[in-house]
């Protein structure tokens, strides 16, 4: 997905102000904003306790220095101890979908936006049931499931949220990492040619509020 330069510039001066200049962006206040507005994203109306810096400094910047891949990413959010991993995958998502919006800045040569994942929230569920109405006539509406290789079977709920077995588990407590792989898997089936996952998510998120 391209985003024309003058819609990025537009959208960094309300994040940054008036004194917005593209030449005198930094690496670190760009990361502190992705990351508090990340952080914001994950913990609005799910989420009490404190925000975690340490998540920033000690985990995703070391990935930033090196390059990233997905499976880079994925044993981030399965190690990371201060939350569970529906709520670290959704900063971590969102921080890369906020640094996304500066990658025409020069200062991000090394990361691969075509790694990352797509942030898994409940809008993006609903936006899975929806796609996958169209592409199985098996499925009861609003109980639409996906079978995988190893016999597990996650049903993507109208409700955004997922159902494995007989638990209902919405993507904020989701505590198994190789579910959250599968929801990816899905993603990776449903997106066009030629889309990343984040794309993925910049282009269905906010549908299921219309």
């Known amino acids: 997905m391209e985003i024309e330069e003058k819609v990025l510039n537009f959208y960094r001066r309300v994040v940054f102000g008036k004194d917005y200049n593209k030449n005198k962006l930094t ?5 502190r904003w992705c990351f508090n507005n990340a952080w914001n994203d994950m913990a609005r109306h799910i989420y009490d306790g404190e925000q975690n810096d340490d998540l920033l400094t000690e985990s995703i910047i070391p990935l930033l220095d090196t390059g990233i891949k997905s499976e880079d990413i994925r044993t981030l959010i399965e190690k990371y101890n201060g939350m569970c991993v529906g709520k670290t995958q959704k900063v971590v998502n969102m921080f890369f979908k906020y640094l996304y919006t500066f990658k025409d ?3 991000f040569n090394n990361i691969e936006f075509s790694k990352c994942d797509c942030p898994v929230d409940r809008q993006i569920i609903q936006k899975i049931n929806k796609l996958l109405k169209y592409t199985t006539k098996l499925q009861k509406q609003g109980k639409i ?3 995988f290789p190893d016999g597990s079977v996650i049903k993507f709920m109208s409700t955004g949220t997922i159902k494995i077995n007989d638990e209902v588990i919405s993507w904020s407590g989701l505590k198994n990492v190789e579910v959250y792989k599968k929801i990816q898997d899905v993603i990776d089936v449903l997106k066009e040619k030629g889309q990343s996952r984040l ?3 910049f282009e269905n998120w906010g549908d299921e509020q219309e």
Request: with cysteine; charged share 35%; aromatic share 14%.
């Open 145 to 147: 499931g996906v079978c």
């Open 27 to 31: 690496k670190e206040n760009i990361y």
């Open 199 to 201: 794309d993925f998510d």
């Open 105 to 107: 800045t020069e200062l």
